[in-house]
T-cell receptor, first 111, second 115 residues
Framework: QQPVQSPQAVILREGEDAVINCSSS?????VHWYRQKHGEAPVFLMI?????EQKGHDKISASFNEKKQQSSLYLTASQLSYSGTYFC????????????FGGGTRLMVKP | NAGVMQNPRHLVRRRGQEARLRCSPM?????VYWYRQLPEEGLKFMVY????????ESGMPKERFSAEFPKEGPSILRIQQVVRGDSAAYFC?????????????FGAGSRLTVL
């Protein structure tokens, strides 16, 4: 089942912070975050695993609440380059199967 | 190390024609995933393949769509008798696979337009 992302869109000024949320109705093994710029491929940002392990980007942080089946992506001191659409992708188990992506959050950072 | 290579980047077909989209995974990656993205929408899973095997095709339409990942050569997503609703960006991703969480590396996509 597709995870639900919120908000659907955010407009920021440079330097402002943003939080993007991803919720699932089912228990999760991992949550992945990707950013996609218009007309380009999605680019991996971060992965959060059940049990607390994280792999990802230096300047972007995220949390994973296993009990609530939610993840949040924190973008601090935003830069113009942060603009794009952010997708969370979820895995239900560690069997190496496909990710199910949310509908995306469009982020625009203005000067 | 080249990333995931997809071709063609843009493809125009008339209704009823066939579309073939190719994907070469990253070196060392043996797992391939195909996703479809409609304009302003998210990525919808279609199929997951390993060499010579379809692992999960739960997102593939039952008719007209097929995918393969042969022992030699790229993975191919084939759409027969295309209709206007097939117009979309088709992204391929690859991973090292195996158990545990996989980081997917995406290609630049193939944009299909059906006239």
């Amino acid at each position: 089942q597709q995870p639900v992302q919120s908000p659907q869109a955010v407009i920021l000024r440079e330097g402002e912070d943003a939080v993007i949320n991803c919720s699932s109705s089912k228990a999760l093994y991992s949550v992945h975050w990707y950013r996609q710029k218009h007309g380009e491929a999605p680019v991996f940002l971060m992965i959060l695993l059940k049990g607390g392990e994280q792999k990802g980007h230096d300047k972007i942080s995220a949390s994973f609440n296993e009990k609530k089946q939610q993840s949040s992506l924190y973008l601090t001191a935003s830069q113009l380059s942060y603009s794009g659409t952010y997708f969370c992708g979820t895995e239900m188990n560690n069997a190496g199967n496909m990710l199910t992506f949310g509908g995306g959050t469009r982020l625009m950072v203005k000067p | 190390n080249a990333g995931v290579m997809q071709n063609p980047r843009h493809l125009v077909r008339r209704r009823g024609q066939e579309a073939r989209l190719r994907c070469s995974p990253m070196k060392g990656h043996s797992h391939v995933y195909w996703y479809r993205q409609l304009p302003e929408e998210g990525l919808k899973f279609m199929v997951y393949l390993q060499k010579e095997n379809i692992i999960d095709e739960s997102g593939m339409p039952k008719e007209r769509f097929s995918a393969e990942f042969p022992k030699e050569g790229p993975s191919i997503l084939r759409i027969q008798q295309v209709v206007r609703g097939d117009s979309a960006a088709y992204f391929c991703a690859s991973s090292e696979g195996g158990s545990g969480a996989n980081v997917l590396t995406f290609g630049a996509g193939s944009r299909l337009t059906v006239l």
